[in-house]
Structure formats: C-alpha cells, structure tokens
C-alpha cells in the first residue's frame, strides 16, 4: 500500500513566525495535493503539484516538489491565527487511487 | 455555488441500526470519493465513483458498508447494520473531469453509534 508520512505531526508556533511541514512517499508521485482542513469542516484545496522541482505560492504559503516527486514542503511565512487547522498531502498515483497523509496540526498563537 | 452538500450533519444511532448518508456533489462535477475520518486512522478513501460508476472500493471496510450512485446528482453511503467503531466523521467530495483532480469537500456528517 502506499503511504505518505507528514511531519511534523503537530507544530505550535508563535504568530509572525515561519513554518514548514513536510510530506514524504516511499514511492514517486502523479500528483501532490496540499489542503487544509479546520476543526469540525471539510478539507480545502490549497494546491497542486505535479512536476519534479515545481514550486507553487498562494499568499503566504509556498509548495515545492521535489525533483524526484517523492517529497513535498510546505511553508508559511509570517504564521497568523488565520492559519491554524490541519494540514493534509494527497496523492495519486497513476492507477489513479488518492490517498492522504498522516496531517500535521498546527497552532499559532496570537 | 452551494458546494458539496451532505445530510445529515450528525447523526446518532444505536448498534445494529441502518444509517443511511447522502451527498450531493457540484453540478458538473463527474467524479464523487467518500473517505471516513477518525483520530486513529485519519483520513481514508473508502469509494470513488466516475461518472456514477463504482471504480474503486477497495477502501470499503465490510460488507456492512455499500455505496450507491443512481444518479450524476445524488450518491449514498449506507451502513447496515451499524456498530459502534462506524463511529466517525463522513465526508463526500467531488471532482471536474479535468487533469489536476482538485477535489471540493462537502462538510462532512459526523455519525456516532452507540
């Protein structure tokens, strides 16, 4: 089966301060799905990745892939509350299955 | 819009009972996933259907379970009978039929049996 590990699995930072979670498969990737889910609702698509070594941005917060499509980070510059929740990697493989990561929880404190 | 829609938001039911949940997926969209979430097993895959057809339930847990797609517009997932580990947060999502399979998450129905 394939497994995507996130790390780490629950971060508490400060406000303003920078952040990375990571997102690493034993196995190379199709595509690589970066969401964020809050307490209690459903997931939110943030972004997608697919090619080795693309980097993708969205306000604050920055996906890259690496050049083997085997890992994936994501990084918030200068964290506000506002960010706070779940963060999950997706993937799928080229049988087209999709499967989740393990989720890191992040709090940022005010 | 108004999103992927599911009901019931939280059901409660007692051991052995039938539940039923439903999802509604954006017009247009051709592909639906319902996943389970629980704190021990996070996020999981259970069916995914394209274009109403089943593709893949490997993720199925039992026989217990059975999902239905009849129609473009409306999917079921139905537990019988129930047991107390069904308890978990359901979610439906549905996709475009395009390349990069970004998926739009319903709210999710928090099922808890007793």
């Known amino acids: 089966s394939q497994e995507l590990e996130q790390s780490p699995q629950s971060l508490i930072v400060q406000e303003g301060k920078n952040l990375t979670i990571n997102c690493t498969s034993s196995?190379?990737?199709?595509?690589l799905y970066w969401y964020k889910q809050k307490y209690g609702e459903g997931l939110i698509f943030l972004m997608m990745?697919?090619?080795?070594?693309e980097e993708k941005s969205h306000e604050k917060i920055t996906a890259k892939l690496d050049e083997k499509k085997q890992q994936s980070s994501l990084h918030i510059t200068a964290s506000q509350p506002s960010h706070a929740g779940i963060y999950l990697c997706g993937a799928d493989n080229t049988g087209n299955q999709f499967y989740f990561g393990t989720g890191t929880s992040l709090t940022v404190i005010p | 819009d108004a999103g992927v829609i599911q009901s019931p938001r939280h059901e409660v039911t007692e051991m052995g009972q039938e539940v039923t949940l439903r999802c509604k997926p954006i017009?247009?969209?051709?592909?639906l996933f319902w996943y389970r979430q629980t704190m021990m097993r996070g996020l999981e895959l259970l069916i995914y259907?394209?274009?109403?057809?089943?593709?893949?339930d490997s993720g199925m847990p039992e026989d217990r379970f059975s999902a239905k797609m009849p129609n473009a517009s409306f999917s079921t997932l139905k537990i019988q009978p129930s047991e107390p580990r069904d308890s978990a947060v359901y979610f439906c999502?549905?996709?475009?039929?395009?390349?990069?399979?970004?998926?739009?998450f319903g709210p999710g129905t928090r099922l808890t049996v007793l």
């Open positions: 990745l697919q090619k080795g070594g």
């Open positions: 259907f394209n274009n109403n057809v089943p593709i893949d």
């Open positions: 017009s247009g969209h051709n592909s």
């Open positions: 196995k190379t990737l199709y595509g």
């Open positions: 999502a549905s996709s475009l039929p395009s390349g990069n399979n970004e998926q739009f």
